[in-house]
């Protein structure tokens, strides 16, 4: 981030390189959406390119990218809100995930072999994943900033301009509403 402040645009290269995958996930975790947390990846970057002369160089970058990226995503969810709409087809296959393959996704599963346990694994990662979409937002968003993203509660109330013991009461909340939901499961 030193080197875009200092007018090394090359240097966004390597920031998306290097975050691009975890901005994407935690957007994905936030939305819900495949589409929208690859538009919004791309607009934090964006906005981190028009911001990088407000960056300060004592704040800690990922904490400053994700409240850029969690604000994107509020945005995003209040816009839905005002303007629902309905797909004509929905495409069964989704968006394309630029960086498949790469890294830890928050999709639950734990390396199995037999098939039935590959089978059996997905869909209690599939339920997982529906039950966090249905969380109220300001609980998804300590849900996937904690757990999903493994961040403290520390970090997490900074880039959700709240305290540590909010997020610690809206975790408390999440896992009270996911355990409730997803009782079949446990």
Known sequence: MQ???AGDDAALDALMQRHGRAVHRLLLGLL????DALDLTQETFVRVYQARGRFRSRDRFVPWLFTIATNLA???????RRHPTVPWEPDPTGPEDPWAGTGRSPDCVEPVHSP???????????????AVA???????EAVVL???EELSQAEAAAILGTTAKAVESRLYRARQILRAELQAWL
């Open 3 to 5: 080197r875009l402040v």
């Open 32 to 35: 819900q959406d495949p589409q």
């Open 74 to 80: 509020r945005n995003r969810i209040r816009w839905r």
């Open 116 to 130: 039935s346990d590959i089978v059996l694994s997905r869909e209690r990662a599939e339920a997982v994943r529906q």
């Open 134 to 140: 249905k969380l109220p937002p300001e609980l998804r």
């Open 146 to 148: 904690c757990e999903w």
